[in-house]
C-alpha cells in the first residue's frame, strides 16, 4: 500500500516508519512503540533497527511490552539483553516481571545474571534475589536457585524441591532449610529414600541442637544403630527425660562410654542400670542407698537380680539405719528368710514400726500356709478322683463286633464258629489286634514316632 504526498507516491511502512521517528522527537515513547507492533509486524530486521532508536532514547521500557517473542518473529538475544539491561538499571520491579514472563530462550541467562551481580543494590535486594533464583532454575543451576530462595526466606523452596525433585542437591543447605522451616524440612530430611541418614549427620555435626532433633526423629521413625552412640550423647544433654528408655531399648552403644558420661552428669538411675547389665550390682545398689536414697527402688533392684550377695548388702545397710528396716521386711518377703533381717538387730535398737511390720510378715506366711495347705488338699483330692475314674475305665468291658477288623492283617477280628487260636489284644487306645499280628507291644497306629526315634 502506497500513500500519495506532494512529490510522489511513499509506501505505508516508510511513512510508518517517518512518522515512529517524529514521534520519538516528540517524547511520545508509548505512541511510537504501538506503532511499531501495529506496523512491523514479524519483520525481525525491521523490529531490530527499530529498537535501536528506542536505545538512543534510553526508552526501551516503553517498548518492551510490545517486542515480538514468538517463534515465528524472535530478535537477536542482545536485544532482549539490552532491554533487560535498562530494566535493571531503572525499574528493578519491571525487571523481575519481564524474569517472570518472557521465555528464558530469549537472552544469555549467564550474561544476565552476571549483570545482576555487578548492580546489585541491597535496597532492591528481595527483587534481585528473585530474579537470580529464577535465573538459576531456568539454567538448571538448583543448587543456586534454592541459595537464593533461602536467602530471600522464600518458604516456596520446599515446592521447588518437590517439584524437581533436587533431594541430591540440598545436602549442603540443610541447615539453612531448617532454619528456614523445621517442621518442612524435617519431613524431607527424615525420608531415607530422599537422602541419606549419614548425609544429614555429616552436615548436622556443627549444630548439636539440630542434630538432635534430627537424629530423636529418626529413632522415631526407623531406629539406627549406627547413631545410637551419638544419639546418647545428645540425649545427656537436651532430653535427659529420654535417656534412660534408649538406654534400655538399644544395644547399639558402648556401654562404658555411656557410664562415663551418666558418671560426669551425675546421673544415678541411669548409672544403676548401666551397672546393672555390667555385673557390678554392688555398686549399683549402693548408688541407690546412698545417693539415690530410694529404699523401695532398692528392694526392686535386688529383687531383679535376686542375688544372695545383694540382698546381704542390702539388710546390713538397713541394720545401719533404723529407719528402713520395717521397709526391708515387707520388702523381702517370700524372696529372703525375715530371720536374717531380725537377727541382726542389735538387743535394744529403736526400730519405727518393727510390730507392725512383723504382725504383717506373719499375717503373710500364716496366708500363705493356709494358701499351700488348701492348694495341697484340692492337688489330693483331684488325684484321688481322677484315680477312681481310670480305674472305673479299666474294668469296663469293650465290645468287639463281627464287623471290626486288625488294624495289621485287615481279616476281621472274629470269624463265626472259629476263633483266632492265640486269641485278641485290646488296647486302651481302642484298636483291637490279632495276638499273632502283633510285632511289639505298642499300638501301631497310634505310634509315637519322635519317641521310638529318640529310643532308637
Same mark, same amino acid.
Given at each position: 500500500?502506497?500513500?500519495?504526498?506532494?512529490?510522489?507516491?511513499?509506501?505505508?511502512?516508510?511513512?510508518?516508519?517517518?512518522?515512529?521517528?517524529?514521534?520519538?522527537?516528540?517524547?511520545?515513547?508509548?505512541?511510537?512503540?504501538?506503532?511499531?507492533?501495529?506496523?512491523?509486524?514479524?519483520?525481525?530486521?525491521?523490529?531490530?533497527?527499530?529498537?535501536?532508536?528506542?536505545?538512543?532514547?534510553?526508552?526501551?521500557?516503553?517498548?518492551?511490552?510490545?517486542?515480538?517473542?514468538?517463534?515465528?518473529?524472535?530478535?537477536?538475544?542482545?536485544?532482549?539483553?539490552?532491554?533487560?539491561?535498562?530494566?535493571?538499571?531503572?525499574?528493578?520491579?519491571?525487571?523481575?516481571?519481564?524474569?517472570?514472563?518472557?521465555?528464558?530462550?530469549?537472552?544469555?541467562?549467564?550474561?544476565?545474571?552476571?549483570?545482576?551481580?555487578?548492580?546489585?543494590?541491597?535496597?532492591?535486594?528481595?527483587?534481585? *534475589?528473585?530474579? &537470580?533464583?529464577?535465573?538459576? %532454575? #531456568?539454567? +538448571?543451576?538448583?543448587?543456586?536457585? =534454592?541459595?537464593? @530462595?533461602? /536467602?530471600?526466606?522464600?518458604?516456596?523452596?520446599?515446592?521447588?524441591?518437590?517439584?524437581?525433585?533436587?533431594?541430591?542437591?540440598?545436602?549442603?543447605?540443610?541447615?539453612?532449610?531448617?532454619?528456614?522451616?523445621?517442621?518442612?524440612?524435617?519431613?524431607?530430611?527424615?525420608?531415607?529414600?530422599?537422602?541419606?541418614?549419614?548425609?544429614?549427620?555429616?552436615?548436622?555435626?556443627?549444630?548439636?541442637?539440630?542434630?538432635?532433633?534430627? *537424629?530423636?526423629? &529418626?529413632?522415631?521413625?526407623? %531406629? #539406627?544403630? +549406627?547413631?545410637?552412640?551419638?544419639? =546418647?550423647?545428645? @540425649?545427656? /544433654?537436651?532430653?535427659?527425660?529420654?535417656?534412660?528408655?534408649?538406654?534400655?531399648?538399644?544395644?547399639?552403644?558402648?556401654?562404658?562410654?555411656?557410664?562415663?558420661?551418666?558418671?560426669?552428669?551425675?546421673?544415678?538411675?541411669?548409672?544403676?542400670?548401666?551397672?546393672?547389665?555390667?555385673?557390678?550390682?554392688?555398686?549399683?545398689?549402693?548408688?541407690?542407698?546412698?545417693?539415690?536414697?530410694?529404699?523401695?527402688?532398692?528392694?526392686?533392684?535386688?529383687?531383679?537380680?535376686?542375688?544372695?550377695?545383694?540382698?546381704?548388702?542390702?539388710?546390713?545397710?538397713?541394720?545401719?539405719?533404723?529407719?528402713?528396716?520395717?521397709?526391708?521386711?515387707?520388702?523381702?518377703?517370700?524372696?529372703?528368710?525375715?530371720?536374717?533381717?531380725?537377727?541382726?538387730?542389735?538387743?535394744?535398737?529403736?526400730?519405727?514400726?518393727?510390730?507392725?511390720?512383723?504382725?504383717?510378715?506373719?499375717?503373710?506366711?500364716?496366708?500363705?500356709?493356709?494358701?499351700?495347705?488348701?492348694?495341697?488338699?484340692?492337688?489330693?483330692?483331684?488325684?484321688?478322683?481322677?484315680?477312681?475314674?481310670?480305674?472305673?475305665?479299666?474294668?469296663?468291658?469293650?465290645?468287639?463286633?463281627?464287623?471290626?477288623?486288625?488294624?495289621?492283617?485287615?481279616?476281621?477280628?472274629?470269624?463265626?464258629?472259629?476263633?483266632?487260636?492265640?486269641?485278641?489284644?485290646?488296647?486302651?487306645?481302642?484298636?483291637?489286634?490279632?495276638?499273632?499280628?502283633?510285632?511289639?507291644?505298642?499300638?501301631?497306629?497310634?505310634?509315637?514316632?519322635?519317641?521310638?526315634?529318640?529310643?532308637?
Amino acid at each position: 500500500m502506497e500513500i500519495s504526498t506532494r512529490e510522489g507516491s511513499l509506501p505505508r511502512l516508510s511513512v510508518a516508519r517517518l512518522y515512529i521517528n517524529h514521534l520519538l522527537k516528540l517524547k511520545k515513547y508509548e505512541d511510537a512503540a504501538k506503532l511499531c507492533l501495529r506496523e512491523l509486524g514479524n519483520n525481525r530486521d525491521l523490529w531490530e533497527e527499530e529498537v535501536f532508536k528506542f536505545v538512543r532514547c534510553q526508552q526501551l521500557r516503553c517498548v518492551s511490552a510490545y517486542l515480538p517473542t514468538s517463534e515465528d518473529c524472535r530478535l537477536d538475544p542482545h536485544v532482549y539483553e539490552m532491554v533487560l539491561y535498562e530494566f535493571l538499571k531503572f525499574d528493578v520491579n519491571g525487571f523481575l516481571n519481564l524474569i517472570k514472563e518472557w521465555p528464558p530462550q530469549l537472552y544469555d541467562g549467564l550474561a544476565v545474571i552476571n549483570a545482576i551481580h555487578d548492580n546489585f543494590r541491597k535496597q532492591h535486594a528481595n527483587e534481585l *534475589l528473585e530474579s &537470580l533464583a529464577l535465573l538459576y %532454575s #531456568y539454567q +538448571a543451576d538448583y543448587e543456586s536457585a =534454592l541459595r537464593m @530462595y533461602l /536467602k530471600l526466606q522464600n518458604k516456596d523452596v520446599f515446592e521447588l524441591i518437590r517439584r524437581f525433585e533436587l533431594y541430591g542437591v540440598i545436602s549442603k543447605l540443610i541447615i539453612p532449610l531448617i532454619q528456614l522451616d523445621r517442621e518442612r524440612a524435617f519431613k524431607i530430611l527424615l525420608d531415607k529414600s530422599k537422602i541419606k541418614p549419614e548425609v544429614v549427620v555429616h552436615q548436622l555435626e556443627q549444630n548439636q541442637e539440630y542434630l538432635y532433633w534430627y *537424629l530423636d526423629g &529418626l529413632e522415631k521413625t526407623d %531406629s #539406627y544403630g +549406627a547413631f545410637h552412640q551419638k544419639l =546418647l550423647v545428645l @540425649y545427656a /544433654k537436651y532430653d535427659r527425660s529420654k535417656l534412660l528408655p534408649f538406654l534400655r531399648r538399644s544395644n547399639d552403644y558402648v556401654i562404658q562410654e555411656a557410664l562415663a558420661i551418666c558418671k560426669r552428669e551425675g546421673f544415678h538411675p541411669e548409672m544403676v542400670y548401666l551397672l546393672g547389665r555390667m555385673g557390678s550390682v554392688v555398686e549399683a545398689l549402693n548408688i541407690i542407698i546412698h545417693s539415690i536414697k530410694d529404699i523401695e527402688m532398692a528392694i526392686e533392684f535386688c529383687k531383679e537380680h535376686n542375688d544372695d550377695d545383694l540382698w546381704n548388702k542390702l539388710i546390713d545397710e538397713s541394720t545401719q539405719q533404723p529407719e528402713i528396716v520395717t521397709k526391708v521386711l515387707d520388702g523381702i518377703v517370700d524372696y529372703v528368710n525375715p530371720e536374717l533381717v531380725v537377727s541382726k538387730i542389735k538387743l535394744g535398737q529403736n526400730i519405727p514400726h518393727l510390730q507392725e511390720s512383723l504382725v504383717k510378715m506373719l499375717w503373710h506366711y500364716n496366708l500363705q500356709e493356709e494358701v499351700m495347705k488348701l492348694a495341697h488338699q484340692i492337688q489330693l483330692t483331684d488325684y484321688f478322683d481322677t484315680h477312681a475314674e481310670v480305674v472305673t475305665m479299666q474294668r469296663r468291658g469293650r465290645n468287639v463286633s463281627y464287623d471290626q477288623v486288625c488294624p495289621a492283617c485287615f481279616r476281621p477280628l472274629i470269624i463265626v464258629d472259629n476263633l483266632p487260636h492265640n486269641g485278641l489284644t485290646i488296647f486302651n487306645c481302642g484298636h483291637i489286634y490279632h495276638e499273632a499280628c502283633l510285632t511289639d507291644s505298642r499300638c501301631g497306629e497310634c505310634l509315637d514316632w519322635d519317641t521310638i526315634l529318640a529310643e532308637t
